[in-house]
């Protein structure tokens, strides 16, 4: 499994002073993934989201989902892919509304599910991704398989 990194909250900072040319308003962390660290920043009246991991991969991925999923699944844009440090990358999105699978997982566990894969069973045919321009799979799931 790849590593998480463990950034701090001034490193955060640092590089999104050093990039945007003025320190984020009210950064804080967010619920992290798997495989990154994420935070949530506010810069010129707009919220964005900051996510660290081990390679930009999977941030790849997520900007040929934005692009690919157009207006017919909420992608975040991706705003900007670099270096955080000589073991990590950073990924710069808006932050959309919304509920993230995490916290939408427990409800429908408890909940009936019939909807909801009739609905997935509905898009199998029109809105799969399958193949994200030859980017490894690690898992990642971007649409209904």
């Known amino acids: ?32 993934g798997l495989e990154s660290q994420a935070f949530r920043f506010d810069v010129g009246g707009e919220t964005f989201v900051l996510r660290i991991a081990a390679a930009s991969r999977g941030f790849e991925k997520d900007r040929w989902a934005a ?3 157009g207006p017919h699944v909420p992608v975040p844009a991706v705003e900007e892919i670099g270096t955080f440090d000589d073991a990590s990358a950073y990924c710069i999105t808006r932050l959309l509304p919304g509920v993230t699978v995490e916290d939408l997982t427990p409800r429908m566990q408890a909940g009936d599910r019939a909807d909801w894969r009739s609905y ?6 029109d809105a799969s991704v399958r193949d994200i321009q030859n980017l490894a799979d690690d898992g990642h799931l971007y649409a209904a398989h």
Not at 120 to 125: A, R, V, W
Request: charged content about 25%.
């Open 1 to 32: 499994m790849t590593r998480k990194p463990a950034a701090s909250v001034a490193a955060v900072t640092e590089l999104l002073d050093n990039r945007l040319g003025e320190p984020p308003v009210g950064l804080a962390r967010l619920p992290e």
């Open 67 to 69: 692009v690919a999923a």
């Open 120 to 125: 997935i069973d509905h898009l199998k045919g």
